[in-house]
């Protein structure tokens, strides 16, 4: 079971959990965090959620710093991993934080069983959310809210201070999710059938709106 597997399995099951909202929910491969990890899939709707796969062909090693980033930023979070990781995994990840088990049938297809759903994450930090904006996506929101005077030319660190302690945790929750939903120059897959796995490093986001069903 290699990596490309769970992915694939993992992209055909969320088209198809969020199929009824398409409009509303976009996907993002290898979103980085804070220059800290890179989040498998992220998917951004009404929510904030990271997908942490763990192929079986994978180890352990990065989970404990990857469970924490996780936790600073995601609303909720889930692990997809192979049956061999499983319990060594749950032994690291916190409790709030869904599990999905990946395993691979007689015909070699992964398929994928919800062991445990995630439930939501109280333990967010605003300093590491607001880090997620680019520089002038915090320009543009500090600007919206009268709050540019002084700062305009200033580094993106002194922006994201501003801006974080500025506005409620529920607030920056939801700009932060706007604006990376709103991008446009990250690269998208216009059909979900042709992902073959040679995807360039970074982030690379895909549209369930352009995404072929059925």
Not at 119 to 138: K, Y
Not at 164 to 176: F, G, M, N, P, Q
Request: glycine content about 6%.
């Amino acid at each position: 079971m290699r990596d490309i597997d769970v992915r694939r399995a993992l992209h055909s099951h969320l088209v198809e959990e969020h199929a009824s909202e398409r409009a509303r929910t976009r996907f993002v491969d290898e979103l980085e965090i804070c220059g800290e990890v890179r989040v498998d899939v992220a998917v951004l709707n009404g929510n904030f959620t990271g997908y942490e796969l763990k192929s079986a062909s994978d180890n352990l090693s990065r989970l404990p710093k990857q469970a924490a980033m996780y936790s600073r930023v995601f609303d909720y979070a889930v692990l997809v991993v192979a049956e061999n990781h499983r319990r060594s995994a749950l032994a690291i990840i916190p409790s709030w934080w869904g599990v999905m088990v990946a395993c691979t049938t007689g015909e070699g297809i992964v398929e994928l069983a919800i062991e445990r759903p995630s439930v939501f994450n109280n333990q967010v930090e605003a300093d590491f959310l607001v880090r997620l904006l680019w520089r002038d996506e915090a320009l543009s929101e500090l600007t919206r809210l009268g709050l540019d005077r002084g700062v305009r030319s200033k580094p993106k660190s002194v922006l994201w201070d501003r801006l974080a302690k500025s506005v409620t945790l529920t607030d920056l929750r939801e700009i932060v999710r706007l604006h990376l939903k709103s991008r446009t120059n990250w690269k998208v897959d216009p059909t979900h059938s042709e992902y073959d796995g040679t995807w360039p490093s970074g982030a690379r986001q895909w549209d369930c709106r352009q995404t072929a069903f059925g």
